[in-house]
């Protein structure tokens, strides 16, 4: 046997074929992804600087401006998942030593706290128990200083902010987006993002985002340059055909697989119709909740109108241990639910039927799960 100049061999599993199992995606994301939008990711990469895929990116750019309801024309998708859209929010409207309010009831405002804190803001934080609600005037009266960007992980109503001080309003909906109304531009909403993998149903990857003219004034007319290269807005805005300039530079190689599919799912988001898509999340969740109900399970938001259509948070019923009951669905029924994050942790379990797997049919196998795990995991007597 001849000598071989590498030593470290080919390792044992790269030798056998991928094994990808089949399983029913209803946690809080990624989503089952429809055929129409698997077989988008799969058409053959073309250059990402090629005219065409300009065209496919304004597409995208399109399609994001209608389902955030806006006219912005700094409007892009992020390559990276809804964390590159927090990173890129934060990143460029923000320099070190301005002050940042993050509203937290959850993970997402804490995440984000930390995101600013890290780039060296001057990071306030109001807290709310985990699904506490933030009133408008809550929201509102507390802004005093130079900047503050919010983050409302689950927004749920359509009301509009009115800032009387120099403050920037970041609103997050990646796990609402296409379930959940947002009209960005009447809502004075000054920065939105949200992910692929949700309602939208695309792969894991891209996320988009969007800053209106407010919030382009912060940032294009800062005095020190955002920590990030790869989400520097100033080259990301050129990377997008959203600057003015002639040409589109290389920037960086963006995921152009993840941008087909991206361009898919917000193309069928468009032909079923935002309105219709609402009211079709709205009906698939009530009839979900229902059906908990019925079983005698708790819903964690008491009020149905606080409620996000696209996750429910389900109290963890009463001396059930919630990782035994997730393992049990997972391998009984190929269904992944998941448990709470963060300060949610042990509170709750998550259910997501999102987009593509937002059905009724759906729903009727979730509550068929969830009764076969209380019937077969053990209860405790304490
Ligand atoms: N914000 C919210 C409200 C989310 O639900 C998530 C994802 N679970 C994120 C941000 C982060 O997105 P990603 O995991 O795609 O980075």
Redesign the pocket.
Known sequence: RAMSSVTIPPPECMLRPLEVPFRYLFG??PSNVPPRILAAGGRAIIGHLHPEMYEIMNDIKKGIQYAFQTQNNMTIAMS?????A?ECAIFNTVEPGESVLVAVNGI?GE?VAEIAERMGANVHIMVKAPGGIFSNEEIEKVFVLYLHCISL??HNDDSSFKFKHNTLFLV?????LGASPIFMDQQNIDILYT?S??ALNAP?GT?PISFNERACQKMFNRKTKPVSYLFDMAHLSNYWGNDGQPARLYHHTGPVSGFFSLRESLAILAEKGLEESWRHHREVAGYLWKGLEDMGIKLFIQNKDLRLPS?TTIVIPEGYNWREMLQYMMKHHNMEMTGG?GPSTGMVMRVGLMGYNCQKTNADMVLAALADALKNCKKSKA
């Open positions: 809080p994301g990276g998942s809804g964390h590159a927090m997402w995440r992980s689950s997050d909906t990646v796990a609402s992910g993998q949700k894991p996320a996750v994050l």
